[in-house]
T-cell receptor
Framework: NAGVTQTPKFRVLKTGQSMTLLCAQDMNHEYMYWYRQDPGMGLRLIHYSVGEGTTAKGEVPDGYNVSRLKKQNFLLGLESAAPSQTSVYFC????????????FGPGTRLLVL | GQNIDQPTEMTATEGAIVQINCTYQTSGFNGLFWYQQHAGEAPTFLSYNVLDGLEEKGRFSSFLSRSKGYSYLLLKELQMKDSASYLCAVMDSNYQLIWGAGTKLIIKP
């Protein structure tokens, strides 16, 4: 099992450009999450999904959109990138039980110039 | 508001014991997690506490006091590979994880 994978691993964007980050999991997990991690701060939840076809806003959703068309994939989109979105983005997943552990992907480093 | 506090950085010696503290104030409580994160890598699960007391898992132990809003992670027989950040996270009433900023642990020979 590959677990949770993320593509790309690293990307540089110019302000105003758009991109999509892909997260895939092969553990048949129901719940998937997108976080950002910035220096000196805890992981912050951007959006999450509790199942195929569902999405919900987290703590910092502005400037991002998500889609969960297939159970194994969770896409994070930036329509018009801003320097404030420079960060490391982590995807995580867990199975349907509420208090289960989240498993993380290796992260995507995004630099917006 | 919701708040998780843990020290920014700690230093310890190889072979010694170190205790990393975490205090929290959250809307509801459904358990506390500790994760380890090596530089440039993903967080990985270490422990989960939902009841008061000590949970031991090899060289790592985690303690919880719900009445005090307090937890600690105890690492024994420190090894160089334990150099990492340790993240404390509380699951709130909505089953969402609220994360501390992490404690960077530096191990010296």
């Amino acid at each position: 099992n590959a677990g949770v994978t993320q593509t790309p691993k690293f990307r540089v964007l110019k302000t105003g450009q758009s991109m999509t980050l892909l997260c895939a999991q092969d553990m048949n997990h129901e719940y998937m999450y997108w976080y950002r991690q910035d220096p000196g701060m805890g992981l912050r939840l951007i959006h999450y999904s509790v199942g195929e076809g569902t999405t919900a806003k987290g703590e910092v959703p502005d400037g991002y959109n998500v889609s969960r068309l297939k159970k194994q994939n969770f896409l994070l989109g930036l329509e018009s990138a801003a320097p404030s979105q420079t960060s490391v983005y982590f995807c995580a997943s867990k199975n349907g039980k509420e208090q289960e552990t989240q498993y993380f992907g290796p992260g995507t480093r995004l630099l917006v110039l | 508001g919701q708040n998780i506090d843990q020290p920014t950085e700690m230093t310890a010696t190889e072979g010694a014991i170190v205790q990393i503290n975490c205090t929290y104030q959250t809307s509801g409580f459904n358990g506390l997690f500790w994760y380890q994160q090596h530089a440039g890598e993903a967080p990985t699960f270490l422990s989960y506490n939902v009841l008061d007391g000590l949970e031991e898992k090899g060289r790592f132990s985690s303690f919880l006091s719900r009445s005090k809003g307090y937890s600690y992670l105890l690492l024994k027989e420190l090894q160089m590979k334990d150099s990492a950040s340790y993240l404390c996270a509380v699951m709130d009433s909505n089953y969402q994880l609220i994360w501390g900023a992490g404690t960077k642990l530096i191990i010296k020979p």
